[in-house]
């Protein structure tokens, strides 16, 4: 038969408990974990935007027309996929970021995205941002620059936004 | 050979611990309990902490600022319970995943257990990340940061998730309610998970023994008021968390994520769990069959429905028109053939005569019958004075075959009789039974069972007529083998001296059974 508990078993047992029970609650926010190099910030471009379809755009013709409810009837007809994006970020003339963004989505239907980290030194930086979102466009669509004096731990962010002419930086 | 060392270093380890605390109370025995009632004292103060907090961008942080220091002696000591006490469930869990691996009970038809273990490893993980987020200091910043750049790596997003955490005017306090949302649904799912994983043996215990309970909760509030669970600063989106405390228990993967690439993360994952759930067949083990009933034998008694540690006899009604009202059916898929219930049957006698020996319920490999015959034949190394024959359980010190020694699955499947057989025939002058550590049972009941059936608490019974000092029960863990010889020598010097059982009747050779179980003496 397993013996009894004592009251020997109860004090033994009661500072193990407490040892364990303190080093998990130790555990719980020590050693602390260094994230980012100290000196250093993030940036992080990151966006959501679809190519640009309009150049698989075409005009109905009479006999579509002819086939289409009148309700749902329209001009022209688009691909449904995005053509894909491309992003470029150059740092203090260097370029560290060059992608083509494919559309997403299992059938490329949905806009492309991106979000990507980069960490860099603190102290001032110029940032040139482009892209070019559709395929017919020889260079880039858009292309912004700005300059920011990072601090660190500072996260310093780009955006896209069409609306907005292009690159926003903050 | 790796799962051996291990075993063997638990042993090793629970035997210290055994010190301290004593068996009954060793937490490494009950460390599946210990996180049900974990499991218990971080949802109800998770319940507790819900009444206080605030959902919001800036709610959020300032309500749990709130409970943790102008309210800190009830809601902040609830608080650091809530923090430690899953602390203490996923150390809890890891050391039974790796404790019941070492001792190799995930393989055979005990798969379930094992399988449906895994999902509750990841939902107490998520759980707990998911919790840490709600906090909205720096670490909860952090979290959110790291968690959605893994989450954007797998191509269901249309949007990258990780933007919501880009600048301070990206966030929306309407996250914050999804995350309490998730917060509560996966634990909730964690509980259905924990239920199921239980589902297949009997009375599973989900309360540890009292006292250590106690222990439990005196020490978590302790170090609720000496070490208060604390906040980290507000989050800034902003700015980044360059130096954070982590939670090493449950975000000790977050500086392996942010140091490896999603792609990889996302495969070690899927590899440990498909290589976690996968286990029980790596190699698989080649099980003796299940307990076979037979109904000529069986009155439907319902014995080794009590005591079958696996769920795996059922009563059901009687089939065959014999004047009981019962009878008992075993599930194949459940039956680990510990033989638990051929030593419950109370036909489970080697005395019996009649054609063959058959009982109630057998196993087909081991049945009673070739049981008798290895008595018979580890007897036959006895010599000498004080001769002791040992059954042993192989999960346990003396797990080894031996001279004198017959080695069972589980030492409860020696129904008493047996005792009773070998000392009334002169076998042996003594028997020891040598089954696994104190602590804790391989097959769970086999050392409570065996203990009141020979204390004559629970049927079937030990018969008067054994002498109670020539029966040597010994619960030694694996690491112990030699203190098991030690004893068993010392209880074979006892029974030198002690005047010989006046009560042998020896089996001739002409009623000696032979293998095909033929007639026995009777009583």
Same mark, same amino acid.
Request: glycine share 8%; with cysteine.
């Given at each position: ?80 996929? %995005? ?7 150059? !740092?203090? =003339? +260097? ?6 963004? /494919?559309?997403? @989505? ?35 669509? %858009? ?7 990072? !601090?660190? =731990? +500072? ?6 936004? /069409?609306?907005? @002419? ?5 | ?523």
């Amino acid at each position: 038969m397993t013996r009894p508990a004592r009251y020997r078993d109860m004090v033994a047992g009661g500072i193990v408990t407490l040892a364990v029970t303190a080093g998990a609650a130790w555990l719980s926010a020590k050693p602390e974990w260094q994230s980012l190099e100290p000196g250093m910030a993030l940036v992080r471009i990151s966006f959501t935007h679809g190519g640009d379809r309009s150049g698989s755009c075409r005009p109905l013709t009479a006999e579509e027309l002819a086939t289409l409810p009148r309700n749902m009837q329209r001009k022209e007809i688009c691909d449904t996929h %995005y053509p894909p994006v491309t992003v470029e970020l150059d !740092v203090d =003339g +260097q370029t560290v970021l060059a992608r083509e963004l /494919p559309p997403s @989505g299992f059938n490329g239907t949905g806009p492309s995205r991106l979000y990507q980290r980069i960490e860099l030194p603190a102290g001032s930086h110029d940032f040139v941002a482009r892209l070019r979102d559709n395929p017919q466009t020889a260079g880039f669509d %858009y292309e912004n620059r700005a300059q920011a004096d990072l !601090v660190p =731990g +500072q996260s310093y962010v780009i955006e896209f936004k /069409p609306a907005q @002419g292009g690159f926003t930086f903050r | 050979m790796l799962r051996r060392l291990f075993n063997r270093g638990f042993d090793r380890v629970e035997r210290l611990l055994d010190g301290a605390f004593g068996p009954a109370w060793n937490p490494l025995a009950h460390l599946g309990s210990l996180g049900w009632l974990l499991f218990w004292v971080v949802a109800g103060t998770g319940l507790y902490l819900f009444i206080f907090f605030d959902t919001g961008v800036h709610a959020a942080y300032e309500s749990v600022q709130w409970l943790s220091e102008d309210h800190w002696y009830h809601a902040g000591v609830a608080r650091s319970f809530h923090r430690y006490a899953s602390d203490l469930m996923v150390l809890v869990m890891l050391i039974h995943i790796l404790r019941e691996w070492a001792m190799d009970r995930l393989r055979g038809r005990r798969w379930f257990s094992w399988v449906t273990g895994v999902p509750v490893l990841w939902f107490v993980y998520i759980s707990g990340i998911t919790g840490y987020w709600l906090v909205w200091d720096t670490l909860a910043q952090y979290v959110a940061t790291v968690s959605t750049e893994l989450l954007d790596a797998l191509p269901f997003f249309s949007e990258p998730i990780a933007r919501n955490f880009l600048s301070p005017e990206t966030l929306n306090s309407r996250f914050f309610t999804l995350m309490v949302f998730l917060h509560i649904a996966i634990p909730l799912m964690l509980l259905l998970m924990m239920w199921i994983h239980i589902q297949r043996i009997t009375d599973a215990r989900t309360n540890p023994p009292r006292g250590l309970g106690i222990m439990t909760l005196l020490a978590l509030l302790a170090v609720a008021l000496v070490m208060p669970a604390v906040s980290q600063g507000p989050a800034d989106l902003a700015t980044v968390p360059q130096r954070v405390g982590v939670d090493w228990f449950i975000l000790s993967l977050y500086p392996v994520i942010e140091s490896v690439p999603p792609g990889v993360i996302w495969t070690g994952a899927l590899v440990i769990t498909f290589l976690m759930i996968g286990l029980p067949w790596l190699p698989p083990r080649r099980e003796a069959p299940a307990a076979v009933v037979t109904l000529d034998h069986c009155n439907g008694c319902a014995r080794c429905v009590a005591d079958c540690p696996y769920a795996a006899i059922t009563l059901v009604a009687r089939s065959d028109g014999a004047p009981f009202t019962h009878e008992v059916v075993v599930n194949e898929d459940r039956c680990v053939s510990c033989g638990i219930c051929m030593g419950s049957c109370p036909s489970s006698t080697p005395f019996r005569r009649s054609e063959e020996l058959t009982t109630g319920i057998d196993l087909p490999s081991r049945p009673l019958s070739q049981l008798r015959l290895e008595v018979i034949e580890a007897a036959r190394s006895l010599t000498g004075e004080g001769r002791v024959l040992t059954l042993a359980c192989q999960h346990g010190s003396a797990g080894a075959e031996g001279p004198g020694r017959v080695v069972l699955p589980c030492v409860a499947m020696a129904p008493p009789s047996l005792i009773d057989y070998i000392i009334s025939r002169g076998l042996a002058d003594g028997v020891a039974i040598a089954g696994c550590s104190e602590r804790e049972c391989f097959n769970r009941y086999g050392q409570e069972w065996t203990e009141q059936r020979f204390a004559r608490q629970r049927d079937p019974y030990l018969r008067e007529r054994v002498p109670r000092e020539r029966l040597l029960l010994l619960w030694h863990g694996t690491s112990e083998a030699r203190r098991t010889l030690r004893e068993i020598a010392s209880f074979g010097a006892r029974l030198a001296a002690m005047p010989a059982y006046g009560k042998v009747r020896p089996i001739t050779e002409t009623r000696a059974p032979d293998r095909a179980g033929a007639p026995e003496a009777g009583t």
